[in-house]
């Protein structure tokens, strides 16, 4: 006979741990500190971002991004607004990291990664705030454009575990990373949030000065998909773990969405989710730019959808007048 409350007990304690935040482990062996302290070093020549200024940001020395050694919020929230499995029913705690490794000449946050509008914060005071925003009762950490800012964060996380934190960590990324700072993520990160902003070189380097953006981007979300593959839900629908990608489609076919979308189909999985989104208008110095002026058109997004329906992919979101489910 099958002892049916055992059984049950045991399959709640497996669905425990396969959801648990993949960190503790690490915080338990004392590997996070470990990973902690590689980020430092890496920062002290930094190439936490594909850049590699390698500038000693320790020191005080500025590369590309204008990002001290400490980590700089420029906001942290209870956000409803990301995609349906992050901000579920009690939103996700969101925390806007100040500057940016590729500051997109239209960018829709330039206060925040132009201007590097926020404050400095301590680990210690990083680790209360994401222990605040897991009390606020949301379903999980949102880093958002983290990387730069790496080396506190985990500092931070390692304090905030050692007080109780368990909360999911998305990491909400503009997909510039490079596979050293992936693999110092491998097992702490649980759901990641990677733009694929572009498919063509020239394209990158004319709006972000990275022309290495679509190699590096590719090279980065093969290994984050290595890392967590598909998007794993619970009863209610909120994400536990896995890979979710955001394309932002650009006036004028800029964003190369055609290539973007064969290279997800392709070369990562039809199973992956895609969020499309529709919802760019000209800011910063895009208003000046005769290509990127004007939000984009009805026929423009079509398009786009036409080439994600052509790349098979049917998991994910799809922006136009109402948001809808690739699902619906
Ligand atoms: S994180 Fe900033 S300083 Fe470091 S390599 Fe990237 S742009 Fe340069």
Redesign the pocket.
Known sequence: MINIRRKTRKKAENWAQETAPSYIRLYRSGELTARAWRAQQI?EN????P???G?H?LSGE????R?EAQPRVYKYKVHFGEEPPISGKRGSGIIFFSCC?LRCTYCQNAPMSHQGRGYSVSPERLAKIMLALQHSGCHNLNLVTP??FLPGILQALNLAVGEGFVLPIVYNTSGYETLEVLNLLDGIVDIYLPDMKYGNADVARRYSSAPDYPRVNRAAVREMYRQVADLLVDDSGVAIRGLLIRHLVLPNGLAGTGKVMRFIGQEISRRVHVSLMSQYIPLWSAREDPLLSRPISQTEYGQALDELEKAGLVRGWIQELAEKSLDS
């Open positions: 920062m930094c190439r936490l971002c850049r590699a200024c500038v940001r500025l590369g590309f991004c990002s490794t990387s730069h």
